[in-house]
């Protein structure tokens, strides 16, 4: 059992240094908080039209461009773009981008998304290898 969940730590551990992985949390927190205060009842959502809608659609792409990045992270500058651009506009659409928490953390994870970089082996052991 220990063994288990060492190797599952080791493969997540693994997983989260390839990845954009905490601009892709805070993406998608911000998204599902925008989309959190864009919640209503169906039958005003339908009845006001696009503005209703525009809530939703904007929560759901930042949450998709949240997790997008993490599947395939060779496309985080297109989606990290996407994202704050979809933070920003969702301060005009949902109520002011999830009074504001929504859309700060949509930028912050769109951001770190775009900034992401693969580590790079260190230069000792790079000099080893060769050596």
Same mark, same amino acid.
């Given at each position: 059992?220990?063994?288990?969940?060492?190797?599952a730590y080791?493969?997540?551990?693994?997983?989260?240094?390839?990845?954009?992985?905490?601009?892709?949390?805070?993406?998608?927190?911000?998204?599902?908080?925008?989309?959190?205060?864009? !919640? /209503?009842?169906?039958? $005003?959502?339908?009845?006001? #039209?696009?503005? %209703?809608?525009?809530?939703?659609?904007?929560? &759901?792409?930042?949450?998709?461009?949240?997790?997008?990045?993490?599947?395939?992270?060779?496309?985080?500058?297109?989606?990290?773009?996407?994202?704050?651009v979809l933070?920003?506009?969702?301060?005009?659409?949902?109520? !002011? /981008?999830?009074?504001? $928490?929504?859309?700060?953390? #949509?930028?912050? %994870?769109g951001s770190?998304?775009?900034?992401? &970089?693969?580590?790079?082996?260190?230069?000792?052991?790079?000099?080893?290898?060769?050596?």
């Open positions: 059992m220990l063994s288990r969940l060492g190797s080791a493969w997540f551990r693994a997983f989260r240094r390839t990845r954009p992985f905490w601009g892709g949390v805070w993406l998608v927190a911000g998204g599902w908080t925008v989309l959190k205060f864009s !919640l /209503g009842s169906l039958q $005003l959502i339908v009845s006001t #039209g696009f503005g %209703g809608v525009a809530g939703y659609l904007v929560g &759901g792409g930042m949450i998709l461009c949240g997790l997008i990045p993490m599947a395939l992270p060779g496309q985080r500058y297109t989606f990290g773009l996407i994202g704050v933070a920003v506009v969702s301060l005009v659409v949902s109520n !002011l /981008g999830g009074f504001l $928490l929504g859309m700060t953390l #949509g930028v912050l %994870g770190m998304t775009v900034g992401w &970089g693969a580590r790079r082996p260190r230069r000792r052991a790079a000099v080893e290898a060769e050596g």
